[in-house]
């Protein structure tokens, strides 16, 4: 059996996850409120909803779309995982206009 030091780090585990299709797709620009309760973590998620006024106008509403709350733990791996989000989307500078 090989030495396990020498191949590195185990692969992460995969965890399946189902009921996929039925999860809600949750848009926010902004987070109003946050805290953390012993661990716990908490964010409002908000977006502003345009709203027709008595005139020719609209009115911008700030709203809460969710209250977020997680564990320490699950706080990191959604940290990762945006972190991980951002730089796939990066922009790369690539001078030479060569591909890998």
Do not use: W, Y
């Not at 030495?3 to 949750?26: C, K, M, N, W, Y």
């Not at 706080?75 to 206009?97: E, F, T, Y």
């Amino acid at each position: 059996m090989a030495d396990q030091s020498a191949l590195g780090a185990p692969p992460e585990l995969f965890t399946p996850v189902r009921d996929l299709p039925a999860a809600p797709i949750i848009f926010f620009e902004f987070c109003p409120t946050l805290g953390n309760n012993h661990g716990l973590i908490n964010i409002m998620l908000g977006t502003g909803v345009v709203l027709p006024t008595g005139g020719t106008t609209t009115e911008v509403v700030p709203v809460a779309v969710a209250h977020l709350r997680c564990t320490t733990a699950a706080a990191m791996q959604l940290r990762d995982a945006i972190d991980k989000a951002l730089l796939i989307g990066a922009a790369v500078s690539n001078p030479d206009g060569k591909s890998n």
